[in-house]
């Protein structure tokens, strides 16, 4: 390949660094509307009455508009693709605006004003009366007898139970000789924290409702926006401009079906929707607080025999991504160490706590914690070399998911262990730090993951991409897949110029999505488009290249199977003298007398593989017991995510997850008043985001397989850097310190008790 | 056909009534920048030197680019297709910013600053050093031995001279008992009007040159924008909104190459130009004047035995359409009548005047009125019938063009001619009005013309549509062609409803063209769209709707070929029980699990036919003699353009060039100062456009024929209802006062020098 795996330099790097590339924001018309959003500040019960009348006194105070006025439709959010079946659908639980109240800052009335001042003023001027309920904000407590019922449809609270088993897990744990280890994990409510806040900006143009918004994926917000309103598809148009990044948050409707709705009660004049930063804390998606119990038997041999884990997803007010994420924890367990009997349980629970959506990995960093730190507990347990027993039960190549069906098509885990290993002296080390004493103690951990690429077959995976030839021999590549500040337009311009025979100067991505031309693609996330769109790009690259070709044979009077594309250039396959520039073909079939063909190409890849990502993270920490403090010291992730399509822009997916991880590890939660529910550190001074200053160097590695289902060898990447960090760290810990502590993060109160428990601090 | 030729609301009526509609204007950039350019002072000369001290010192200037300082590239500005081959490619003869002054108002300078009135502040305090020549304003003067060369390619000012000859003139005129007649006829410089006047926004984004703009032609002036920088087409991107109004003004590039430098200037930085009224007059493009020598030869039965014409077409100080229009006019004096020995001999020259270029119709109302007056002369020295001696001479069903091969496919001229005679008794009155004396008259006369539809084959006509399914079985049309106020999306959404099968609520028209996805269409002018567009918007339909029933017939299990779309569901051919809806269709298309197909088709249409439009004038004026005005009593124009596509719309199209035509006629005129070129009525206080007061009950009729080679049976309407006016109006006067005046506007001044000649004022 020519261009694919070039460490090239961002397609959009000079347009954002300079200021021109265009966000939201930046496109709100000047004599837009301002709407603010009125949040409840009860967690739990109804909206029985408001009094508007100071609120409409504020002077430009256009609409008020409450949940007693909106739309009698319940919608889902979920930034899935949407299914004919009704039993594979999104649940459809939330209205524009809620009287029944289910958790703080529950959204229950909006006011459009001509400034923003005034829509704030005014917001704060109506006076609610609330009929009031306990908050649940635990998954114990929602799921106990009696307890208050959050939405009628789930008179338990439980949104989804699911449970699967592989082999007779009873029938396994029989077996003689076999040592248990049982473990109790669970993970924190995290937040995104995308520099851009929720935001977005509608109109009424064309008898449509446009919505122009900072999302990951244009076109399910316009079919959740036509269901919210109750009008056709069509009728709605979504325009995504660059966003400042979305981290799975953005994968769900968030402001934009309410903001669709305020634009109709102005009569199409244009309503600008901005959240705050505590706002788009508070009241957009968190990532699921999870909780896991997890049994294994292992072999003396190390094998596993049988494994088991029951997992309970805290799901908030709201289903959004509801059981997905999960089941995708309770898979991923399955699916790392595929061998012996083994069964899995998963609740996703309704409580009063902000609505759990998608967040960057979707259930694997849960799992990945508890599962790894599980493994490092059975080592600690039994003796066994922890990098052996990964090694000896983790997936292998060939492997058969017996649920999902996805297969293991390409893998390089063993060799992305070896490099960590090595790069850490790990095994040394490891050994060296079991024996300490003193307060200041070193550790080495490691965690591995598997990754699914995309979310074939539990979901629909589909891609259209269109391509149109430019009179310079140009072109214009068009796509539905979303550049969300991860790189995607550099990588799919790469794979249009290697595929078509263009050198990357000739590549203009058309890097805007408006569902009213944009080829429909389900969007980012799932770590799917490099895969699953850039199948879709080289399908359409490649009908592209043959359109081209058959007018230059045309023009060459020569069978357009003799010729091919090399750097900008037709030439005779497999030979070097340049025929004609694409740029004359370009020329002559937009402007010939007799055969004007303005050649472009649009195909659908309607994707029914998938494939496995791999990787690893090595970690070393000094922890500071008196102190009860963790420093990174050295730290590594290492991926098999497939051919690297860019290693620049690869290196840097790596260190945005592993940031993250960190994060993941040690410092980030939120917090919540326990008695109402509200969320005490809303803001970036309280939620402790890793800052530079927090941030050790970062190492980046790569063992690069060669898949055979990727478009070019590639496998996702976007996602799985977030998850090995958090349960390497934890597993450096004990490593250092002997002490195994089961949840995160690992803040100084948690390491205080868990220290003193364990009596290193007296 | 169910919905071609009703008389359907135009599908932009509610945006454009309620302002919501976008132009231009509304979506510059809330921190852009002004721009103003510099015009010369002089009409014939060169810049010697600017001194921009003072202007520089005008706060808030950011940048002041002068003729030294552009690219030294020459370009052309026309809205013709390019041709690859040299000699049909129009001429390049001007550069960004010229310092070869060759009219008043040229530009020499622009300023961009912070403010419109810095910028305006800072362009009147440039100073400038000239060498000044004596202005060129005549064709006359232009032509002399000797004179001041305006162009250096051009040394005789001769822009191009053309001739033709059918059959032998000098042998035809040999024939024994022939009539000659001669006349000569002028016609005058008017312009546009269009509301909005000449205006764009550049911005740099993306590493390309991006220009919002009022124009007719958004993929020419990409294309014009890339020569006049040097720069690659790919490079360049054009955005069209709503325009309002062109009338072939905006079939030019006018203001978008000078913007699209001046944004590389300032980093990329949004800059408006926006011309004032005042210089869209001055400084775009005007009506060509032209003057015509016709002789004729006409048999006692009538026939014509043979004619000539010369012409002289005053193109001002560059190029622009150039000689298209008078080639256009000499055609038309040829197609018109085609019987005889014909030649004809045609100049178009260049002056020191503003720059002629397109106009409404293009050539023929300068011929229509010169040609229709000699008819009228002829009748005047003959005494024929003055319907007769059309109807004998005219065109007829089956008449192939001897030079161009555009051929006569359909007329219902005689049925024009019949039904406006009927209307105004035409014949009666004519006889009755010859015999007037005392100081106020009544005339009745009429005129005929024929209009091809397109170019081809004299240019290139291409075209290329896409259709992109909505998940609610409703459609998105995408075309290069464009609406520019004339009803273009309307009768493009009824054409795709009639093919597809939908509603016409089905169809949503994607109105703003954007040169980065639009699919390829030279744009709005020679009323080609409905035609050339129309063929490639229903090639598009058909395979749009063949995709659509191969899904119908995947889900239905059965062969799609025996499938059909009623009014949005499928059903089998020639039956009408409802199998499917479109939106099911829709729906499962896009989300299959099995087989997920985004649906869409994009077809180029390379148009190889024309054909001939009809129509006519029939009008009642009555003279006031001594206070030398003309007073309209009833008109009425009677078109055959083919299928009306929609009733409604036509007669608006008709209505508005019927009022063009009269002020053409009446009014309309552009006055200069002799000594230095500097057009005195630029603007509309002084410029006598029509108002409403001025304009009488307009009549608009049609025969409808079906023209075997229009997609719906359809030809142009756009231009043709401006041409006839003026000639039938000159011609009642001739009945009315026996005065045959062979110039206009026909405004007092002219006609007391005419009637003071006649005798009729003393």
């Known amino acids: 390949m020519n261009i694919i795996g070039k460490p090239l330099n961002r397609v959009d790097a000079y347009d954002k660094v300079t200021g021109k590339a265009k966000y939201t924001p930046d496109l709100v018309s000047p004599h837009a509307l301002h709407a603010k959003v009125l949040h409840s500040t009860i967690a739990n019960g109804w909206v029985k009455e408001f009094d508007l009348s100071e609120a409409w006194k504020v002077e430009g105070v256009v609409d008020i508009v409450t949940c007693f006025d909106v739309p009698d439709i319940q919608f889902p959010t979920a930034g899935h693709p949407w299914s004919t079946e009704p039993k594979h659908q999104d649940i459809a639980d939330r209205k524009l605006l809620n009287a029944r109240v ?12 001509e400034t923003e001042i005034a829509a ?4 704060r001027k109506i006076k609610v009366t609330y009929e009031e309920y306990t908050p649940i904000l635990s998954i114990e407590d929602a799921m106990k007898e009696g307890a208050t019922v959050i939405h009628e449809e789930k008179p338990n609270n439980v949104v989804v139970h699911s449970s699967y088993e592989i082999g007779s897990f009873e029938e396994a744990i029989k077996e003689k000789g076999l040592i248990k280890v049982v473990g109790d994990y669970e993970t924190p409510i995290v937040t995104h924290c995308h520099i851009e806040p929720a935001n977005s900006f509608a109109y009424m143009e064309d008898g449509k409702i446009v919505v122009v918004s900072s999302t990951q994926i244009p076109h399910i917000v316009r079919r959740v926006c036509s269901q919210a309103l109750g009008v056709g598809f069509g009728t709605i148009r979504i325009v995504k401009p660059y966003i400042g990044g979305g981290f799975g948050n953005k994968q769900d409707a968030l402001t934009e079906p ?3 709705y305020l634009t109709t009660r102005v009569g199409g004049r244009p309503v600008r929707l901005a959240y705050t930063r505590e706002e788009t804390f508070a009241c957009t998606r968190t990532r699921h607080a999870m909780k896991f119990h997890i049994e294994s038997y292992i072999r003396p041999d190390g094998s596993f ?3 088991s884990i029951e997992a309970y997803s805290n799901q908030g007010a709201y289903a959004s991504h509801a059981h997905a994420l999960v089941a995708n924890s309770v898979n991923g367990f399955r699916m790392m160490y595929p061998v012996g009997a083994i069964k899995g349980e998963a609740y996703t629970v309704y409580t009063n706590m902000p609505t759990a959506g998608a967040m960057r990995a979707y259930g694997i960093p849960q799992i990945g914690f508890a599962l790894e730190a599980h493994v490092d507990d059975i080592v600690a347990k039994t003796g066994f070399d922890s990098i052996k027993i990964r090694k000896q039960n983790m997936m292998k190549l060939g492997f058969v998911d017996p649920v999902t069906t996805i297969t293991c098509h390409s893998t390089g885990l063993e060799e992305c262990i070896d490099k960590g290993e090595k790069y850490l002296s790990y095994t040394k080390k490891r050994k060296e730090y079991e024996k300490q004493d003193g307060p200041i103690r070193r550790g080495v951990g490691m965690a591995i993951f598997c990754y699914k690429t995309g979310v074939y077959p539990i979901s629909l995976e589909t891609s259209a991409v269109r391509m149109l030839l430019n009179q310079d021999g140009s072109l214009q590549v068009q796509m539905g897949a979303t550049e969300i500040g991860q790189g995607a337009d550099t990588v799919f311009a790469m ?28 969007g980012a996330y799932a770590s799917r488009q490099s895969y699953v769109s850039g199948l879709a790009l080289k399908k359409t690259a490649e009908t592209f290249k043959k359109k081209l070709l058959e007018f230059a044979g045309f023009m060459l009077k020569c069978d357009p199977w003799d010729l091919d594309i090399k750097e900008n250039y037709i030439v005779h396959t497999n030979k070097d003298e340049r025929l004609l520039s ?4 370009a020329l002559e079939s937009c402007y010939s007398m007799t055969n004007s063909q303005h050649i472009s190409a649009e195909e659908t890849h309607h994707c029914t593989d998938n494939t496995y990502s791999f990787g690893v993270c090595f970690v070393e920490v000094e922890v500071d017991i008196p102190m009860c403090q963790v420093k990174v010291l050295d730290i590594i992730n290492v991926h098999d995510s497939g051919t690297i399509l860019n290693h620049q822009t690869a290196r840097g997916q790596v260190h945005g997850g592993m940031s993250m991880g960190l994060g993941y590890g040690l410092y980030e939660r939120h917090l919540f008043d326990p008695k109402t529910g509200r969320m005490y550190n809303d803001n970036l001074l309280d939620y402790k985001l890793m800052t530079a200053l927090d941030t050790p160097d970062l190492h980046a590695d790569f063992v ?16 799985p850097p977030t998850i090995p960090v958090a349960p390497a760290i934890r597993n450096a810990v004990l490593n250092a310190t002997g002490v195994a502590i ?20 007296k």
Chains 1, 2 share one sequence.
Request: aromatic share 6%; charged share 20%; hydrophobic share 40%.
């Open 258 to 260: 309410l903001n669709a």
């Open 495 to 522: 794979m249009a110029a290697e595929t078509v025979g263009l050198t990357m100067d000739k590549i203009h991505m058309v890097s805007k999505q408006d569902t009213d031309v944009t080829p429909y693609d389900t």
């Open 120 to 123: 704030e003023v005014a917001v």
């Open 742 to 761: 089961n949840a995160i993060p690992l803040h100084p109160q948690r390491l205080f008790g868990a220290f003193t428990d364990a009596g290193l601090i």
């Open 582 to 585: 694409v740029a004359e073909v």
């Open 102 to 113: 289910r958790c703080y800052a529950d959204d229950i009335a909006a006011v459009v004003a």
């Open 704 to 719: 690069e397989t060669y898949d055979p289902t990727g478009p070019y060898g590639n496998k996702s990447l976007g996602e």
């Open 305 to 307: 025999a049988a494994r």
